[in-house]
């Protein structure tokens, strides 16, 4: 088992991607802590874990809201002694041309994937330090952390952010043998790419198979979705690599859209 004993704490994981991973990760040995605003929907999680043999818990967790963040990453320490791979995933989206675009809306996707991504980040790298054990923090960003689309102002500005946090923990976290990446995937069938088919279509006024065809497949190599087992297995990759040989790195994940 390549995460034996491993604690992971995985934010938005009660479902899509998030569920994907920490369901291999429980898999690989790791004990996983499902962090995530539904809290019912984290329980039901855990609980599936549990019953095909894992270890898990379920913590209620606005990553927006830094007292919630860290009592989640605290009763986490409190279970299972430290935090060894923080999994940064938690997000939202909202399609909208940028001078339609109210600063509630860019207040609320920003504080979502780059105020949730620093409060976890400090909580869980205190836990590594304290440990001496050192971890891996792993923040899901996307293409969109390299390439820009209409529509996504707030989401490509924030996924861009994402790799300069990344590299700063890579910086700072070495001498504590912590590491710190991201992973980039392009367009996965997730409830969140599903509700963003019907409005793209209505704002660039094409149909939901053209918005799929031409607009977020049409830079892949063989007009195939990225798959949550695709993401998944990069991000077991990452927290099992064992040294800061790889940090302060984003793995783009695609089929062939954006290439380096």
Sequence with gaps: MLLKDKVALITGAASGIGKEIAIEYAKQGAKIVIAD????AAQATAKEIEQSGGIAMAVAMNVTDEAQVDKGVADAVAAYGTVDILISNAGIQIISPIVDLSLDNWKKMTAIHLDGAFLTTRACMRAMIASG??????YMGSVHSHEASPLKAPYVAAKHG???????VAKEGAKHNIRSNVICPGFVRTPLVDKQIPEQAKELGITEAEVIKNVMLKETVDGEFTTVQDVAQTALFLAAFGTNALTGQSVTVSHGWHMQ
């Design 133 to 138: 054990k050192g971890g891996s923090v792993i």
């Design 37 to 40: 605003m539904a809290l019912e």
């Design 162 to 168: 994402l790799i300069g946090l990344a590299k700063v």
